[in-house]
């Protein structure tokens, strides 16, 4: 197990405090996921773009995929394979952006 992943009780904390993603598990690690709704498809693409402008300044790049009026996050570290604080902050960065996206 790499010696980054966020504890049981950090993640436990991070969902009570952030209702809307939820952990999910498989043979590759944890992962974070969260589905965001948007007014209208070019708003869901703008906060990809958005997203995408974030991962490349933090190194630390989401799993997106885009539907009619959503967009779906999937957050893992590949080097770790799970979740690390990079995840948590990730979170947060996408849950900002979307406020300016909705
Ligand atoms: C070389 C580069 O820094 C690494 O490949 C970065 C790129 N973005 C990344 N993103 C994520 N989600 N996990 C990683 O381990 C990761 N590693």
Redo the contacts with the bound molecule.
Sequence with gaps: MSKDLVSPDAMEAFLKAHPDWVAQGDAHGLTLRRRYVFSAYPRGLGFVVAAAEH?EKV?????LTLGYRWVVAV??????LGV?Q??LD?AEALDRLYQEHI
Aim: no cysteine.
């Design positions: 991962a190194d630390h790049h989401p799993d957050l893992t570290t590949h080097v770790s690390t990079r995840d990730l």
